[in-house]
């Protein structure tokens, strides 16, 4: 935890332990940073896995190998490595990643796709074997370890720790979902976010776990932007042990599979949320909400456009009503839009509506909601019925400190 | 010229007169700053006129205006207004352009059409009839200013004027073109940059002025990127008076085409990089040199998504030779690319070749490449023989103090 505590942070919450999931956290020494960088999480025969990973055409070997993996739906255990994302890596970083899946599955005598292992870190450099090697041996038989401790370790840039707690009754059982994520920089969407994993007892066929992942996916991860750069490691992997003893859910029409599904959207969203709290240098939270689009879609591009756009999110900074470069976002976004029908406001204050200024508009509200930490965009295109909701942070001093010096 | 001098500034030139060219400043006094502010070019009889302007949706009324009066070919005046864009202020601004293109018509007794307005500044304010009417009033009856005053008056952020000179012959007469332009934020490709403005003594047609322009557009201003916003009053016109006494240039086939051609892209890139050399904030400037792509169109396509990326923006404002960004940007940009061929390098030494870091790599010459002002990123994609270069600059903390308190 390098830097000053981001001002958007939130506590840590209370996890409850979950059945067939152990985590454990060593040091493998990946950096010379003298904190446990290597993370372990055991899981209980019969677990359930589903994923999204990073678009990016040069991901890791730990994202070809996952996505992999996934295919036979199971999983026994998770690595990640902190300090290192092995990315760009060729055979020798694969190498290392395999020796990783090969010395967990020899341990717990499993086939090794069932172990899945993410790295963040520094690009370029290959994951050293050696290290790897004595940190899983450690993590191995360490004494577990609390939700706060492995968030904690899967961190590098993080300035916090990250985590989400959620229950849900299903088929009359309880069930709880816990979930931990990093990421502060390099976080765009498609697929946003980082690395996030998200456990539960819940019981739940692979195939209906990936369906209901992706789909909160889509209205989460895939809607904060921080500095609309692409990780090639980005990974969200979920995992149900099924030990909380409800009947395996397998579609839409098994019982309690609506407040399954409710719960991890409302995880995902509220990991990618922490996520843009930690964004790098951010001191406020912006939430656009587009309305009026031609479709969705359109409405999520339309808001990234504006999330991403350097000149409003140092406005915000600024705590500047520049209501102009949000017109200048909307314009530029490249999809369907009228600038005689196009309404903007910030924090429920229309600045204009229309394609005009707002007649007698009086900044004095808008001024002062820009002064609070977290802030609110609204657009309406008038020309439809498309709506989404994208988050962001605001771009700062504090980003240039962060990323003009991060490998020194 | 509010800011620090760009330490990447080019001292302006010596530009001839233009047979047919008559500038002259004024004050319509938009904003409170005590300095020339509209700027008035008068053109002779005869004139041909070419545009290419910004593609963003919400564009200005001047720029609704200048597309619509291009189509007759003609030009007799430009004016530009420098402190208030006028972009997204409705039938308001637009009657504001109207006003001012009556008032120049009626003085030079000419079609309306062939006066030009530029208005660049603050969004969502409507420019202001009264202080237009006073300051074209005052621009008609002034003494001819040089290049350099006109050159200062268009800017706004600009830290130092900017103008290019260049001599051709064509069909044995030697013909001059002289040109300014300002811009320095909000830039971006599709159509780049600003308001930049072209004048030549050569005669051309209005046809082949548009076809050379366009061409030369496509490989200056569309691949240059400061911050990749995209301005709503983003516009280049070129004028050619046809005083040199040439025949006029119809097409490729005309005596003397060619060097004309080149004459223009030659300033076209000039202007475009001078752009970049005042981004805001600017310490660096960046040539990012794709080859092995796909197509031009996808080489382009690639070198904007790393001259794009605040990642690689901020390493390289940080003189830290973060390669791995690199390969991040390459992978985020949605074109063919194969990270087993991947080579990237800066100032002509490879850091990576063919998806590997290079064995016994030394980072000590990109160090010292680095820390120069004159930076070039290297990256062959090693799938197909497209190739494009992009410019763009550093992204420091001048950028943020800058864009965080611009209206204030």
Chains 1, 2 share one sequence.
């Not at 069932?114 to 004494?143: M, Y």
């Amino acid at each position: 935890m390098p830097q000053t505590v981001s001002p958007l942070a939130r506590p840590f919450p209370a996890i409850p332990p979950i059945a067939g999931v152990t985590l454990r956290v060593a040091r493998a020494g990946y950096k010379d940073w003298g904190r446990c960088d290597l993370t372990y999480v055991e899981l209980a025969q019969g677990t359930s896995v589903a994923g999204v990973f990073t678009r990016n055409v040069c991901c890791s070997s730990e994202v070809e190998l996952g996505r992999t993996n996934l295919a036979q739906g199971q999983a026994r255990a998770l690595v990640v490595n902190a300090g290192n994302s092995n990315a760009f890596t060729g055979y020798r970083g694969r190498e290392a990643v395999e020796a990783i899946m090969d010395q967990v599955a020899a341990h717990l005598d499993c086939a090794r796709e069932q172990v899945f292992v993410s790295s963040t870190g520094v690009i370029g450099v290959p994951l050293p074997k050696d290290k790897a090697k004595t940190g899983v041996s450690a993590a191995l038989t360490e004494q577990p370890c609390s939700w706060e401790d492995a968030a904690n370790t899967i961190g590098t840039t993080d300035t916090f720790a990250k985590g989400v707690a959620a229950r849900a009754v299903v088929g009359g059982k309880p069930v709880t979902l816990g979930a931990i994520i990093k990421g502060s920089g390099m976080i765009a969407p498609d697929m946003a976010t980082m690395l996030g994993f998200i456990f539960t007892d819940c019981a739940v066929e692979p195939a209906f776990l990936q369906d209901v992942l992706s789909a909160a996916n889509r209205d989460t991860f895939s809607c904060i932007t921080v500095d609309s750069d692409t990780s090639t490691s980005d990974t969200v992997l979920a995992f149900a042990t099924g030990k909380a003893g409800n009947v395996p859910l397998t579609g839409f029409d098994s019982a309690g599979a609506d407040a399954f599904a409710a719960a991890l959207h409302d995880v995902c969203r509220q990991l990618a949320h922490l996520v843009v709290r930690d964004g790098e240098g951010a001191r406020k939270f912006i939430s656009v909400y587009v309305t009026g689009a031609s479709s969705d879609h359109s409405a999520r591009k339309v808001g990234l456009a504006i999330a991403n756009s350097p000149l409003v999110k140092t406005a915000i900074a600024g705590e500047d009503a520049n209501w102009g470069r949000v017109v200048m976002a909307v314009g530029k976004a490249g999809e369907p839009a009228d600038r005689d029908t196009l309404s903007i406001g910030f924090g429920g204050t229309w600045c204009a509506r229309n394609g005009l200024p707002v007649a007698g508009y009086d900044e004095g509200p808008v001024s002062a909601h820009l002064k609070g930490q977290e802030i609110t965009i609204d657009v309406d295109l008038g020309i439809g019925n498309g709506r989404a909701t994208v988050w962001t942070c605001d771009l700062t001093h504090g980003y240039i400190s962060i990323n003009a010096d991060y490998r020194s």
